[in-house]
């Protein structure tokens, strides 16, 4: 079963405009995780925040996480036709149980 | 490259047929993930292996899929006896040791079954 959902399930944008993608998610968890994936294949590892952080940055990217609210974000700034791509949150709930949402497909127009 | 590593990349076979997927993790993790993805949709987890553990069986979604590990590296995902439903990407992923580390992902094996 799905713990983490992203929204929205789709995002078109135009190259330098700012997207945001959220997460949802239903358990407590240890840390929440966000991945890109291009074209359908394997994912890559974006950024990791903690269950005790509110906010972290990595470059163009900024997640922030609401326990209260059992929610995430993901801005990217400045986007750049390489964004493109679907992005996904990954939960780690205290069970030891990773899981990951259906994605958000973000399309930067160039 | 130092990467994970899934073979074939692409598998095609007919419905009925048995399908072996191989996944390479990166040397040194224990931690291995085998997921599948539908077209258009989100990973599908399907079964976990840590160390010596037992692994975590609980996405397999029937009784014709099965996973090995053996000497806590090479992992082999067999699928017999295929459906076209099966048809999926298969991904595979690997961490230093366990759940809730960075999963770092091979390129996936693609599997139509006709």
């Known amino acids: 079963s799905q713990q983490g959902e992203e929204d929205p399930q789709a995002l078109s944008i135009q190259e330098g405009e700012n997207a945001t993608m959220n997460c949802s998610y239903k358990?407590?968890?240890?840390?929440l995780q966000w991945y890109r994936q291009n074209s359908g294949r394997g994912l890559v590892h974006l950024i990791l925040?903690?269950?005790?952080?509110r906010e972290k940055h990595s470059g163009r990217l900024r997640v922030t996480l609401d326990t209260s609210k059992k929610s995430s974000s993901l801005l990217i700034t400045a986007s750049r036709a390489a964004d493109t791509a679907s992005y996904f949150c990954?939960?780690?709930?205290?069970?030891?149980?990773?899981?990951f949402g259906a994605g958000t497909r973000l399309t930067v127009k160039p | 490259g130092a990467g994970v590593s899934q073979s074939p990349s692409n598998k095609v076979t007919e419905k009925g047929k048995d399908v072996e997927l191989r996944c390479d993790p990166i040397?040194?993790?224990?931690?291995l993930y085998w997921y599948r993805q539908s077209l258009g949709q989100g990973l599908e987890f399907l079964i976990y292996f840590q160390g010596n553990s037992a692994p975590d069986k609980s996405g397999l979604p029937s009784d014709r899929f099965s996973a090995e590990r053996t000497g806590g590296s090479v992992s082999t995902l067999t699928i017999q006896r295929t459906q076209q439903e099966d048809s999926a990407v298969y991904l595979c992923a690997s961490s230093l040791q366990s759940r809730g580390e960075t999963q770092y992902f091979g390129p996936g094996t693609r599997l139509l079954v006709l």
């Open positions: 925040i903690r269950s005790n952080e």
């Open positions: 040397s040194g993790h224990t931690a």
């Open positions: 990954a939960t780690d709930a205290f069970k030891n149980d990773m899981r």
């Open positions: 358990t407590s968890i240890n840390n």
